[in-house]
């Protein structure tokens, strides 16, 4: 194994995440964790001219992306990929009615694809979840999507230091213990909610500080190498900062980049307190 560059510790590359990481050197990091472009028609998903990304480059992205995984994590090491189902199926497929693609099935053959095996499946309802075009629940009964899923791969292979049984770098914590977090309950505002400079509202993907949160205190230890291969407003390396950890993120757009190094900034130099007790 060699260690990750230090040059770039704490440091946000950007451009194509799919580049920079070729550029890094095997088994330097301790944990990745992402929440990922899945094919749902977001800004960052769309061609200069605004027109959808096909469905192909969606799930050929998610496979570059798991075998540099392979290659970059440690063994014993995780990756926890945060992602939502796809809607598009009448767009994609060209199905009779509005229909659902499962991007489960997805990320588990892809993982088996590469060698990294699905350690853990968690599920995560969400309080601000909407329906892109309302009137489907109506004349196509179906659901609105408020949950997506929080799914842990393991890279197989012995962690330095663990014996025996305890093999898993996996933190006894009580977050660990539940398969379903509910954030709509009350008491848990600050699981979605976090201090972050205003322009953050014109990224609608970002995921609440807590999951990265959560992830790296569980399946990391201090001084361990966090990466975010999709920064996208930085709340993986705000996240890392406040547990303690060394990070490294890449983000393709300038904008975010510089968002994100703006809230660096800010925690820094005000700190943002979060409580871990949100299952």
């Known amino acids: ?165 305890y093999l898993q770098k996996v933190r006894d914590h009580k977050i660990s213990r539940r398969g379903v977090w509910d954030t709509t309950k009350e008491g848990l505002e600050e699981f979605n909610e976090a201090p972050q400079p205003k322009m953050a509202a014109g990224h609608r993907a970002s995921f609440p500080l807590a999951i990265p949160k959560w992830a790296i205190t569980l399946y990391s230890d201090h001084g361990d190498v966090v990466m975010d291969p999709f920064l996208g407003t930085g709340t993986t390396a705000i996240a890392a900062e406040i547990v303690g950890r060394q990070w490294y993120g890449i983000e393709r757009d300038p904008q975010w980049v510089k968002y994100a190094k703006t809230w660096l900034a800010q925690t820094r130099t005000e700190g943002i307190p979060l409580r871990m007790e949100i299952a």
């Not at 588990?108 to 499946?121: D, M, R, S, T």
């Open 1 to 165: 194994m060699i260690a990750f560059p230090t040059k770039l510790l704490s440091k946000i590359s950007q451009g194509d995440t799919l580049e920079m990481m070729a550029k890094l050197p095997d088994e330097c990091l301790d944990l990745i964790v992402t929440s990922p472009p899945y094919g749902v028609n977001k800004f960052y998903e769309q061609d200069k001219d605004g027109d959808r990304t096909p469905f192909w480059k969606t799930a050929w992205l998610w496979f570059q992306c798991f075998k540099h995984f392979k290659r970059l994590l440690k063994p014993g090491s995780y990756l926890v990929w945060q992602f939502g189902d796809n809607t598009l199926g009448k767009c994609i497929l060209n199905t009779e009615v509005h229909t659902t693609i499962p991007m489960t099935v997805l990320a588990w053959q892809i993982g088996q694809k590469v060698g990294l095996e699905l350690q853990a499946v968690r599920i995560w309802c969400k309080r601000f979840a909407s329906m892109s075009v309302p009137f489907i629940c109506n004349t196509e009964p179906r659901p609105i999507l408020d949950y997506e899923y929080i799914w842990t791969f393991r890279k197989p292979g012995v962690v330095p230091g663990w014996l025996g049984r």
